[in-house]
T-cell receptor
Framework: GDSVTQMEGPVTLSEEAFLTINCTYT??????LFWYVQYPGEGLQLLLK?????DKGSNKGFEATYRKETTSFHLEKGSVQVSDSAVYFC?????????FGDGTTLTVKP | EAGVAQSPRYKIIEKRQSVAFWCNPI?????LYWYQQILGQGPKLLIQ????????DSQLPKDRFSAERLKGVDSTLKIQPAKLEDSAVYLC????????????FGQGTRLTVV
C-alpha cells in the first residue's frame, strides 16, 4: 500500500538557519504530494502542494519539489523564524485517499 | 469561507463508556473524512464519505466505531464502548472533488479515555 516516510525529529534550529525536512513516498501511479503544518492546539493546515513530477510547491518561504525519480518531496526554507515552530506532515493523495507521514517537530530558538 | 467545525474540542470519559463527535464540513464539500491521530503519529484515515455514501471504511474498527452522514452534510463519529487505546485526537476534514485533492481540517476533538 501507499506509505510516506519522514525524517525523524525533533529538529531544533536557531533563528535564520536553513531548514530541510526529508520526505519519501511509496505509491503506484502519480499521487499528489502535500506538506501540512500543525501549530500547537490547532488542526492541520495545508502549507504547499505539488500535483505532478518536477512541480515546485511554495508558500511562506517554504518550498518542496516533486521528484519522481527519487520519490521524494523534501521541505526546505532558507531562513526559519521562531513562528515556524510546529509539527510538519508530509502526505500523498492518490485516487482521493490521503496517506500521512508521522510528522516532524520543528523548534526554532531565538 | 467558514472552515470545518468540530465539537467538542475536548472530552474525557471512562473506558467502556460511549462518546460521539460532530463535524460540519465546509459548505459545498462533498467529501468528508474522519481521521484518528494518536500522539506522535500522523493522522490515520478511519472513514471517508462521498456525499452520504461510504467510500472507504477499511480502517474503521467496526465492532466499536460507527459513523454516519445522513443528509450529506454534517457527520457524527461514535465510539461504543471506548477503550484506553482510543485516546487520540479525532480530526474531521473535507474536500471539494473538483477543486483539487487537498483536504481542509477542523481543529479536532481530543479524547482521553481513563
Amino acid at each position: 500500500g501507499d506509505s510516506v516516510t519522514q525524517m525523524e525529529g525533533p529538529v531544533t534550529l536557531s533563528e535564520e538557519a536553513f531548514l530541510t525536512i526529508n520526505c519519501t513516498y511509496t505509491a503506484t501511479g502519480y499521487p499528489s504530494l502535500f506538506w501540512y503544518v500543525q501549530y500547537p492546539g490547532e488542526g492541520l493546515q495545508l502549507l504547499l502542494k505539488a500535483t505532478k513530477a518536477d512541480d515546485k510547491g511554495s508558500n511562506k518561504g517554504f518550498e518542496a519539489t516533486y521528484r519522481k525519480e527519487t520519490t521524494s518531496f523534501h521541505l526546505e526554507k532558507g531562513s526559519v523564524q521562531v513562528s515556524d515552530s510546529a509539527v510538519y506532515f508530509c502526505a500523498l493523495n492518490r485516487a482521493g485517499k490521503s496517506t500521512f507521514g508521522d510528522g516532524t517537530t520543528l523548534t526554532v530558538k531565538p | 469561507e467558514a472552515g470545518v467545525a468540530q465539537s467538542p474540542r475536548y472530552k474525557i470519559i471512562e473506558k467502556r463508556q460511549s462518546v460521539a463527535f460532530w463535524c460540519n464540513p465546509i459548505s459545498g464539500h462533498a467529501t468528508l473524512y474522519w481521521y484518528q491521530q494518536i500522539l506522535g503519529q500522523g493522522p490515520k484515515l478511519l472513514i471517508q464519505f462521498q456525499n452520504n455514501g461510504v467510500v472507504d471504511d477499511s480502517q474503521l474498527p467496526k465492532d466499536r466505531f460507527s459513523a454516519e452522514r445522513l443528509k450529506g452534510v454534517d457527520s457524527t463519529l461514535k465510539i461504543q464502548p471506548a477503550k484506553l487505546e482510543d485516546s487520540a485526537v479525532y480530526l474531521c476534514a473535507s474536500s471539494h472533488p473538483r477543486r483539487g485533492t487537498e483536504a481542509f481540517f477542523g481543529q479536532g476533538t481530543r479524547l482521553t479515555v481513563v
